[in-house]
């Protein structure tokens, strides 16, 4: 079985500080692990992805993630956040091969403020 | 990136119809796609992953009569709720992973379908 953990409901951060949202996996074998993000009333934006290689991945809109595979932990960063930032991050994991289907983890709100 | 189109983009119907919701990958090809489900403030709950030609594969707790799925060609699912009563009130979300090689890993989605049961 697969899992992912996202501790947070919610991160507040001013805009213009660095963000960071937390996220914790369980999976058999190697990992794909992926970041989305999602508007009110909309589907999910990819964000960035994990498949093998460097641990540091950059991805859509400024945003990078670390992968670190003693941690079991995928945490979405950025270097400065914008009000415009702010919506639900998911992240996710599936097992190697395109037809795995993704475990998402609960889901945190991001609200970027002034 | 890949795009996933869903339609409709929100449904209102009245309690006891049935309502078909399409999902289409419009620039590669899905072996595979998935059907999820979100309720307020929550994740995504996986309904059911729908393979081409074959029969889909339901997650525990989700009635395959409820929730017909059909995945007639490499382009194209259809989730039809059947009977529809409040309850199955949703927002309901496909995605599709690329069968070709040397695509994108990443599962793209559609834009959701807002389901209103009156």
């Known amino acids: 079985a697969q899992s992912v953990a996202q501790p947070e409901d919610q991160v507040n951060v001013a805009e213009g500080n660095p963000l960071t949202v937390k996220c914790t996996y369980s999976?058999?074998?190697?990992?794909?692990l992926f970041w989305y993000v999602q508007y009110p009333n909309r589907g999910l934006q990819f964000l960035l992805k994990y498949i093998t290689g460097d641990n540091l991945v950059k991805g859509s809109y400024g945003f990078e993630a670390e992968f670190n595979k003693s941690q079991t932990s995928f945490h979405l960063k950025k270097p400065s956040a914008l009000v415009s930032d702010s919506a639900l991050y998911f992240c996710?994991?599936?097992?190697?091969?395109?037809?795995?289907?993704?475990?998402f983890g609960t889901g945190t709100r991001l609200q970027v403020t002034l | 990136g890949a795009v996933v189109s869903q339609h409709p983009s929100r449904v209102i119907c009245k309690s006891g119809t049935s309502v078909k919701i399409e999902c289409r990958s419009l620039d590669f090809q899905a072996t595979t796609m998935f059907w999820y489900r979100q309720f307020p403030k929550q994740s995504l709950m996986l309904m059911a992953t729908?393979?081409?030609?074959?029969?889909?594969?339901?997650e525990q707790g989700v009635e395959k009569d409820k929730f017909l799925i059909n995945h007639a060609s490499l382009t194209l699912s259809t989730l039809t709720v059947t009977s529809a009563h409040p309850e199955d009130s949703s927002f309901y979300i496909c995605?599709?992973?690329?069968?070709?090689?040397?695509?994108?890993?990443?599962?793209?989605f559609g834009q959701g379908t807002r389901l209103t049961v009156v």
């Open positions: 999976v058999s074998g190697n990992p794909y």
């Open positions: 995605s599709a992973r690329a069968s070709n090689p040397g695509v994108a890993t990443e599962a793209f």
């Open positions: 996710a994991v599936s097992r190697t091969g395109t037809a795995s289907k993704l475990t």
């Open positions: 729908s393979n081409e030609g074959s029969k889909a594969t339901y």
